[in-house]
């Protein structure tokens, strides 16, 4: 069985450049959710794709968005990046559309942005 | 608007002894409480559950505690061992809306002496 998987593991960017992150869902999951853990603190929701669609989202604004593709795997796009997107973007699978309440996380992506 | 609260930023404990990590939530909608485990350079893995119906879950040395008339719940870890050495994150699933997804508190680093 294959975990999650997430990449690039690390990444520095400059305010007001996009970046796209990747996630491979665990197998079986065909759902995929977004959290960004800004530094000391718990991870926080920014929104979950099912069957390739946008399943509800948290307080994120719209320069954030994702896709999801046909074998469930996720991208996540973030726009004009700001100082404060620096985090680690944690990306978790599951199965059906909010009927698990396990999610398993992959490893994360540390973005930097200067 | 914090929901979950995790008010220990960190608890030091010796090897054999019980720790317990503490967790307060506000929203009366969450239906399920999870407890995550995170180590560096990790996603959070999934420890254990509770059901808001239920007021007590064990699993191994590992038992959930919900007290849902103080919104409170609680992780206690019997005996205590050095590899339960991480970050530990309590979670909570809210039952509104299609993603059901998972709001977090801030974490409580647990450090196990030898």
């Known amino acids: 069985e294959t975990g999650v998987t997430q990449s690039p593991t690390h990444l520095i960017k400059t305010r007001g450049q996009q970046v796209t992150l990747r996630c491979s869902s665990q197998?079986?999951?065909?759902?995929v959710s977004w959290y960004q853990q800004a530094l000391g603190q718990g991870p926080q929701f920014i929104f979950q794709?099912?069957?390739?669609?946008e399943n509800g989202r948290g307080n994120f604004p719209p320069r954030f968005s994702g896709l999801q593709f046909p074998n469930y795997s996720s991208e996540l796009n973030v726009n004009a990046l700001e100082l404060d997107d620096s985090a680690l973007y944690l990306c978790?699978?599951?199965w059906g559309q909010g009927r698990t309440y396990e999610q398993y996380f992959g490893p994360g992506t540390r973005l930097t942005v200067t | 608007d914090q929901q979950v609260k995790q008010n220990s930023p960190s608890l030091s404990v010796q090897e054999g002894r019980i720790s317990i990590l503490n967790c307060d939530y506000t929203?009366?909608?969450?239906?399920?409480f999870l407890w995550y485990k995170k180590y560096p350079a990790e996603g959070p893995t999934f420890l254990i559950s509770i059901s808001s119906i239920k007021d007590k879950n064990e699993d191994g040395r590992f038992t959930v505690f919900l007290n849902k008339s103080a919104k409170h719940l609680s992780l206690h870890i019997v005996p205590s061992q050095p590899g339960d050495s991480a970050v530990y994150f309590c979670?909570?699933?809210?039952?509104?809306?299609?993603?059901?997804?998972?709001?977090f508190g801030s974490g409580t680093q647990l450090t196990v002496l030898p």
């Open positions: 978790a699978s599951s």
């Open positions: 794709y099912y069957r390739e669609e």
């Open positions: 197998s079986g999951h065909n759902t």
């Open positions: 929203n009366s909608m969450f239906d399920y």
């Open positions: 979670a909570a699933r809210d039952s509104g809306g299609s993603a059901r997804q998972l709001t």
